[in-house]
């Protein structure tokens, strides 16, 4: 028997169909969302290892689809110190910060 909530999200999901939206999960959209970001960021990142060594790059890429920075900072920091773990990275950003 389905929940009322069920039943609304049914009957608003008819609806909106009409208009070709739905209702969604919150936490599914934003990581959706942060997921597309991270993958229109990965042509800069990979402009930044092209600068490295076949072997660098080929060890980097794993990482990649982690990376969260603007333009791969951390992916520098890892291909420089030859994936060195249990360190620190501080990076300043000197831009607006959006």
């Known amino acids: 028997m389905p929940t009322l909530k069920q039943k609304v999200k049914t009957s608003i999901n008819s609806a909106l169909k009409v208009i070709n939206l739905r209702v969604g999960n919150y936490n599914y ?27 660098v790059i080929r060890q980097m890429l794993p990482y990649i689809k982690d990376a969260r920075s603007q333009f791969g900072q951390e992916l520098f920091v890892l291909a420089n110190t030859g994936l060195k773990r249990d360190g620190y990275f501080v990076e300043f950003g000197a831009t607006n910060g959006v």
Do not use: T
């Not at 959209?29 to 076949?54: C, M, T």
């Open 29 to 55: 959209v934003s990581s959706s969302i942060e997921k597309a970001a991270a993958f229109d960021r990965i042509p800069g990142y990979l402009d930044l290892l092209s600068e490295f060594s076949d072997q």
